[in-house]
């Protein structure tokens, strides 16, 4: 089985500390949401992870190895990623973008089409497969470039922001769809900004958060703890409050009268 | 295989056996000789040329995710014109093992240009746009050392020097064929390898990292390779304009974008492109012949803006 144990890590850039002292542990299996104000270092966790951003000290240990000692091919057997919503330039139809995934596997071009029409079919949307891209809108894409990472078959998925740019019913299914990804083995490393979406993953004491403050580790709970309206209100240095709808507690940022727009 | 791949396939078969019947009759006594040592070799050279400026080309633009990326974006043709000018200038030699020294001076400065700029980019840290400017500052140094020597430089060697620009295919006899084909097949055997791990780049570098591509090895394989082929075309022909940066968008415009038939077609019509550019330019002025090179930009640009505005409409 595979985790991901992240020790003491120190990214710096130009002199500016982006990750310090930053350590964290994420079992086989389990899911972990990075919240945390704009330029607090989740992307370049995620990154520093991948191996695309070399920390200055500390370690990445992937299945108990460190991940700069893995090669390609190896890494990406056990990490996968969904970038933050990026725009893409070519018409490719979706399924190619999809078997593009399989690099990894060096099988033939038909089985890689077949995995990916395979992963495209578990999120419903085989009727996908010969559209371009280009021509399908947010919630669409990004449930194509989720069908790329099951076809990729890593077993930790790093998920940056999936609901960025997506309109709320869209944002709503990407995020059942993790959490159904989530309950059925993958363990999920994601970053956001949509704290009333994590209630959609799964159980809320089984989705753990931890709070990024300029690279720091600000709190680590999870989402059942009565005390996380107050730790995400002092991470983001306003007041939540808590309210709820049926069994799921909504956070709502609060502001006070005279901040209404007149 | 689709109707429209089947199409292009047909065309350009059907140009590549008629350019052979273009210009003067085939007719008399010296018919056969005209035919077997003068247009057969100059077509397939011609051909041999075409593919492999086209494929270099859309590898060059896949890799740098830029759709103006050329053949030369590494600072093949700099090079090469510089070693060329050099060799004109101060050749003492005019052959070297049996090879004009130009062509081994244009060799040699198109290839250390490249892997010069091929270098910098194998280097993990270096992200694509500084390769592509390092590509730019190797030509634009290479183009003013040339300036240089042009200045020492005397009328006859300067003159050779202008001639060479131009590009030309003539040739008399296989020879051309002989040093083209080797570079040839080895670079498109090594690019088209690297299909799969192209097709990744199609989410960017990183993505492409994150699903296992050695992205700095790519780009070191596929630079270094074409570098290598593009350096022996340009030696053999000197430099022939716009055939690398417009057959892969004229391919991608009629079969689609996808990289898997976007390199092998890109080879086909590139030759077939250069073909029929080059029949044109021994036909269209009885007598005379022009520059492929003018050609192939005089029918290349326009046949890319007809595509592009059909494909909005």
């Not at chain 2, 040093?179 to 799969?196: C, I, M, N």
């Amino acid at each position: 089985m595979s985790g991901l144990s992240v020790s003491a890590l120190w990214v710096r850039a130009r002199g500016r500390a982006i990750l310090s002292d930053l350590s964290f542990e994420l079992g086989p299996g389990e899911l972990l949401a990075l919240v945390g104000p704009n330029g607090a270092g989740k992307t370049t966790l995620l990154r520093t992870v991948l191996g695309l951003v070399r920390p200055e000290s500390g370690s990445v240990l992937v299945a108990g190895r460190a991940v700069a000692t893995l090669s390609s091919r190896e890494r990406a057997a056990e990490l996968g990623w969904l970038p933050q919503a990026r725009s893409i330039a070519d018409p490719i139809p979706a399924l190619e973008v999809v078997a593009a995934a399989r690099y990894r596997f060096r099988e033939s071009r038909r089985t890689a089409e077949a995995k990916a029409l395979a992963a495209l079919e578990r999120l419903g949307i085989a009727h996908f497969a010969e559209r371009p891209i280009t021509e399908l809108s947010g919630g669409e894409r990004q449930r194509v470039l989720l069908a790329a990472l099951i076809a990729q078959e890593a077993r930790i998925a790093l998920l940056d922001e999936p609901g960025s740019h997506l309109d709320p019913a869209q944002q709503l299914e990407v995020y059942r769809l993790i959490g159904s990804l989530w309950r059925s083995g993958l363990t999920v490393l994601v970053v956001t900004h949509d704290i009333n979406l994590l209630g959609a993953l799964g159980a809320e004491e089984r989705v753990r958060v931890l709070g990024l403050d300029h690279g720091r580790a600000a709190f680590q709970t999870s989402l059942a703890d009565p005390e996380f309206p107050n730790l995400l209100g002092a991470l983001f240095g306003i007041e939540f409050v808590s309210t709820s709808a049926g069994r799921r507690r909504v956070l709502v940022p609060v502001f006070a009268e005279g901040e209404r727009a007149s | 295989m689709s109707r429209r791949v089947l199409g292009v396939l047909g065309v350009s078969l059907a140009i590549v056996v008629g350019s052979l019947f273009a210009g003067p009759a085939l007719e008399g006594e010296h018919a056969p000789f005209v035919l077997w040592q003068l247009r057969v070799p100059r077509l397939l050279v011609g051909m041999l040329v075409g593919a492999m400026l086209s494929l270099a080309g859309a590898s060059f633009q896949i890799v740098f995710n830029n759709p103006l990326a050329t053949p030369s974006t590494v600072g093949t043709l700099a090079g090469a014109t510089l070693g060329a000018l050099a060799a004109l200038a101060f050749g003492i030699e005019p052959e070297v093992a049996g090879l004009p020294i130009t062509t081994l001076a244009a060799f040699a400065g198109a290839l250390s240009a490249s892997l010069l700029v091929a270098a910098v980019a194998s280097s993990g840290r270096a992200r694509m746009g500084d390769v592509l400017l390092a590509g730019i500052a190797v030509s634009l140094a290479a183009s003013a050392i040339a300036t240089g020597v042009q200045y020492v430089a005397d009328s006859r060697a300067l003159f050779a020097a202008s001639r060479w620009s131009l590009g030309q295919l003539p040739q008399v006899g296989y020879r051309g064929v002989g040093v083209l084909s080797p570079a040839v097949v080895l670079t498109s055997a090594v690019l088209l390898g690297q299909t799969r791990a192209l097709g990744s780049l199609v989410l960017g570098e990183d993505a492409a990292h994150a699903q296992g591509v050695h992205v700095p090895r790519l780009r070191a394989l596929v630079l270094g390779a074409a570098s290598l082929g593009v350096a022996t075309c340009v030696a053999w022909c000197g430099p022939i304009a716009f055939v690398g940066l417009i057959v892969p968008h004229l391919v991608r415009l009629a079969v689609g974008p996808g990289v898997r038939l976007l390199l092998p077609m890109s080879m086909v019509v590139g030759a077939a492109f250069l073909a029929f550019c080059d029949a044109l330019a021994r036909s269209i002025v009885p007598g005379r012949e022009l520059p492929v090179g003018v050609l192939t930009a005089a029918l290349g640009a326009p046949a890319l803006i007809l595509l592009m505005a059909r494909q909005r409409a």
